[in-house]
């Protein structure tokens, strides 16, 4: 039973066009997060959400818009996107008293 | 903000040998300090983590250590296999609340047969 999961595992679109990723937890947790991985694997923090309320956002475009419908769903749309959105987003579910993150199983977007 | 720097960045080991990877961090309020490791096309998996109430924790072959004076943390490797090749981040925390877990930019460990 996957506890973190992210669609679609692969992503290929033109640029200019808005797509959208979603994830979903089963974890219970009130706290989910949006990553972005580079080519040289570096982890940037984009977005976080607490009980579907918005608490970091980490000088991310406003191209890329996150949407959480309940605690358990944390969405990421992108709009206009450009060459450069090419990465792996992953998505991240966090709780418990030290905050311990679990990550989904990402998604690889290429922009062409 | 914390910041966490991780070495080295790439690290060949031969299989049987012990692989260390260290990080040192910034803020001084951090008290929990994780580790991951990210398989190729895999999300990062949570491995092993330590709480600043202690100096060393042990989970089988994998071993981590905190020095909060200095403030920096290692993993340990020990006996490495094949199985162990992977990217590492460690990462550092507040803990408690909402707060942001911040990564290092991450180990390339390749184990060689």
């Known amino acids: 039973d996957t506890a973190v999961s992210q669609t679609p595992k692969y992503l290929v679109t033109q640029m200019g066009n808005d797509k959208s990723i979603k994830c979903e937890q089963n974890l219970g947790h009130d706290t989910m997060y949006w990553y972005k991985q580079d080519s040289k694997k570096f982890l940037k923090i984009m977005f976080s959400y607490n009980n579907k309320e918005l608490i970091i956002n980490e000088t991310v475009p406003n191209r890329f818009s996150p949407k959480s419908p309940d605690k358990a769903h944390l969405n990421l749309h992108i709009n206009s996107l450009e060459l450069g959105d090419s990465a792996v987003y992953f998505c991240?579910?966090?709780?418990?008293?030290?905050?311990?993150?679990?990550f989904g199983p990402g998604t690889r977007l290429t922009v062409l | 903000g914390e910041n966490v720097e991780q070495h080295p960045s790439t690290l060949s080991v031969q299989e049987g040998d012990s692989a260390v990877i260290k990080c040192t961090y910034s803020d001084s309020a951090s008290n929990y300090f994780p580790w991951y490791k990210q398989e190729l096309g895999k999300g990062p998996q949570l491995i092993i983590d330590i709480r600043s109430n202690v100096g060393e924790k042990k989970d089988q072959r994998i071993a981590v250590t905190l020095n909060k004076t200095a403030k920096h943390f290692s993993l340990h490797i020990t006996e490495t296999q094949p199985e162990d090749s992977a990217v590492y981040f460690c990462?550092?925390?507040?803990?408690?609340?909402?707060?942001?877990?911040?990564f290092g930019t991450g180990t390339k460990l390749q184990v060689i047969p």
């Open positions: 990462a550092a925390s507040r803990g408690g609340g909402y707060q942001k877990v911040t």
């Open positions: 991240a579910s966090q709780g418990g008293v030290y905050n311990e993150q679990f």
